[in-house]
């Protein structure tokens, strides 16, 4: 069963940092490529990073460029999302996503997401 559990959101002031977490399982980690998406209110779901099996970065948002790092840790089926320089316009509900492939179909996964809230 494939499981996607997000950690690390909170509430930070502007200009703050916080590290995201997604914990995998159920597939096989380090042969998926992963992504972060954000979904703010009343918006449209919008992908933010994605990072593929072998590190290598792809589809960064314009918005975060510069300021968002993703990473995974293979050895531990984890992804990361470093942000700093948090705006207030970062405030979204944070997914982790993969799509899997069994028996010749593309599954999507999200997990429950993790808010994050930059405000003063």
């Known amino acids: 069963q494939v499981q996607l559990v997000e950690s690390g959101g909170g509430l930070v002031q502007p200009g703050g940092s916080l590290r995201l977490s997604c914990a995998a399982s159920?597939?096989?980690?380090?042969?998926?490529?992963m992504r972060w998406f954000r979904q703010a209110p009343g918006k449209e779901r919008e992908l933010v990073v994605g990072i593929t099996s072998a590190g290598e970065i792809t589809n960064y948002a314009d918005s975060v460029k510069g300021r968002f790092t993703i990473s995974r840790d293979n050895t531990k089926n984890t992804v990361y999302l470093q942000m700093n320089s948090l705006k207030p316009e970062d405030t979204a509900v944070y997914y982790c996503?993969?799509?899997?492939?069994?028996?010749?179909?593309?599954?999507?996964?999200w997990g429950q997401g993790t808010q994050v809230t930059v405000s003063s």
């Open positions: 159920g597939f096989t980690f380090s042969t998926q490529v």
């Open positions: 996503n993969t799509a899997v492939l069994l028996r010749g179909t593309y599954y999507t996964y």
